[in-house]
Structure formats: structure tokens, C-alpha cells
């Protein structure tokens, strides 16, 4: 059963704690990508992988990182130095660099207590 | 900020009319793709559109893109309740280093 997956789907922290959001594919994509969503909004970029064992910060990297060691993987970590990191993370994977269509998982709902 | 802006914000239609949603960008793209997301789940990607093509199909979907004014529309014809969800245009612009820009996203509600 191909796809992409993310893990929690509910997630809860203390403040200042940090926390790692888990995302997996097994697509065979090259590609992967972290993006926030905040409510009523769109998904802004905030990571993303285009080969194992390099990554690019995207819009919003400030407070989050990441790692690329195996090709279906991409964790994200959400430091205590991201202000304000309560929302919903997505992860997507795609075959090349994002020129073309991308494959979402289900979601992370990070809530910060 | 972003490249997208989908237009309206949010649209409330009977089942069985048409929906139309418009997405703006401001600088060339290599290509404009739709996604769809239902609440609180992740995007499924619908239809990718090139700069070099004028509308796509896609069963009950069709899209546009007029390069000229950066703009493109999706229809969907025939509405069911299970339409109901946000819209979103992302477009992979030229020199953007290969990832899409995701717009804020058309909340459609069809009602019985």
C-alpha cells in the first residue's frame, strides 16, 4: 500500500520543549517537503529535500529542522525557538523538485500548551 | 508573500450548480497546479496546468490559465455535497527554485 504518512496525528507539548513530527513515504520520490498551515490560511514552506543528505529552508524555516538520512524519511523538529508553533504540519513528497505534482500525508495537529 | 490568491474566499452553492474559483499569481510560471483539501486532512492534487496550455479537463473539472493576466479558473460543473471542501492554487514560478507557492485557499460549502 504506497503512500505517505505522518505521525502523531494529534500532538501536545509543554512550551519550551521540542518536539519531532515524523514523516514517511514509500513513493520512491526524491523530493519532500514540510509546510504550516494556521487556520483559514494557506500552506506556507517551511523545509524541503530534493536528494538524501541536503535540504533547503523554505519560507519559514526560523525555529524548525530537519534531516534527510534515508530517502523515504524527512522528521521535522519543531524547536523551543519557534515563537509560535502551534498548527497543522503537512508533509508531501513528489518526483522531482516540485515542479510537479505533490502527494500529501494526513497531517500533524501540533498544539502547544 | 504569496504567489497565489484565490478569489473568492469562500463560496456556498446548491448541489447541482457550477462553482468557479479564481486564482491570481504575480510572476511568470512554469506551471499552476489545484489542490483539494478537505477539513482538517491533508491536499489531493486535482490537475496541473503548464504556461504553455489553455484549459484542462479533468471529469466534472475544468481549468484555465491566461498567462497574459497571471490568472486562472477552475470550474467544477455539476456540484455534489461531497465537493465541499477548500480549494487551493499553487504555482511553481519561474526561478523559484522548484517548489510550488500555495495561495490561501476557496472554501466551497455545497448544500443539499
Known amino acids: 500500500d504506497g503512500g505517505i504518512t505522518q505521525s502523531p496525528k494529534y500532538l501536545f507539548r509543554k512550551e519550551g520543549q521540542n518536539v519531532t513530527l515524523s514523516c514517511e513515504q514509500n513513493?520512491?520520490?526524491?523530493?519532500m517537503y514540510w509546510y504550516r498551515q494556521d487556520p483559514g490560511q494557506g500552506l506556507r514552506l517551511i523545509y524541503y529535500?530534493?536528494?538524501?543528505?541536503?535540504?533547503q529552508k523554505g519560507d519559514i524555516a526560523e525555529g524548525y529542522s530537519v534531516s534527510r538520512e534515508k530517502k523515504e524519511s524527512f522528521p521535522l523538529t519543531v524547536t523551543s525557538a519557534q515563537k509560535n508553533p502551534t498548527a497543522f504540519y503537512l508533509c508531501?513528497?513528489?518526483?522531482?523538485?516540485?515542479?510537479?505534482?505533490?502527494?500529501f500525508g494526513p497531517g500533524t495537529r501540533l498544539t502547544v500548551l | 508573500s504569496q504567489q497565489g490568491e484565490e478569489d473568492p474566499q469562500a463560496l456556498s452553492i446548491q448541489e447541482g450548480e457550477n462553482a468557479t474559483m479564481n486564482c491570481s499569481y504575480k510572476t511568470s510560471i512554469n506551471n499552476l497546479q489545484w489542490y483539494r483539501q478537505n477539513s482538517g486532512r491533508g491536499l489531493v492534487h486535482l490537475i496541473l496546468i503548464r504556461s504553455n496550455e489553455r484549459e484542462k479537463h479533468s471529469g466534472r473539472l475544468r481549468v484555465t490559465l491566461d498567462t497574459s493576466k497571471k490568472s486562472s479558473s477552475l470550474l467544477i460543473t455539476a456540484s455534489r455535497a461531497a465537493d465541499t471542501a477548500s480549494y487551493f492554487c499553487a504555482t511553481d514560478f519561474t526561478g523559484g527554485g522548484n517548489k510550488l507557492t500555495f495561495g490561501t485557499g476557496t472554501q466551497l460549502k455545497v448544500e443539499l
Open positions: 508531501a513528497s513528489g518526483w522531482r523538485g516540485g515542479s510537479d505534482t505533490q502527494y
Open positions: 529535500s530534493q536528494i538524501v543528505n541536503d535540504f
Open positions: 513513493l520512491n520520490h526524491d523530493a
